[in-house]
């Protein structure tokens, strides 16, 4: 069964940093991109940053400069390090590959307030 774990969520206040970790299935970390969603509230999910098994990255235009992902080979791991976290980045957050529509995991709940 193809699973990805996502952890590192917590509350943080404005300005925090946090760094999050998803353990991907084998064959997915090293076949496909891996991506980092998010899904706040009441709105759709919304792709925030992905890295290619080059090593090549993309953010969307909401955390460009704020947030870096990476990836760990050995591990199977990919990261996200989150700086001048904002109010507005509270929401669940999933790793998945570019695209998905199945095989989600639980995500990890990443609250930003004072």
């Known amino acids: 069964q193809v699973q990805f774990v996502e952890s590192g969520g917590e509350l943080v206040q404005p300005g925090g940093s946090l760094r999050l970790a998803c353990d991907a299935p084998t064959i997915m970390f090293k076949t496909r991109e891996m991506v980092w969603y998010r899904q706040a509230p009441q709105q759709q999910r919304e792709w925030v940053a992905l890295?290619?098994?080059?090593?090549?990255?993309d953010y969307s235009d909401s955390v460009k400069g704020r947030f870096t992902i990476s990836r760990d080979g050995a591990k199977n791991t990919v990261y996200l390090q989150m700086n001048g976290l904002k109010p507005e980045d509270t929401a669940i957050y999933f790793c998945?590959?570019?695209?998905?529509?199945?095989?989600w995991g639980q995500g990890t709940q990443v609250t930003v307030s004072s």
């Open positions: 998945n590959v570019w695209g998905a529509t199945r095989n």
């Open positions: 890295i290619t098994n080059n090593g090549r990255t």
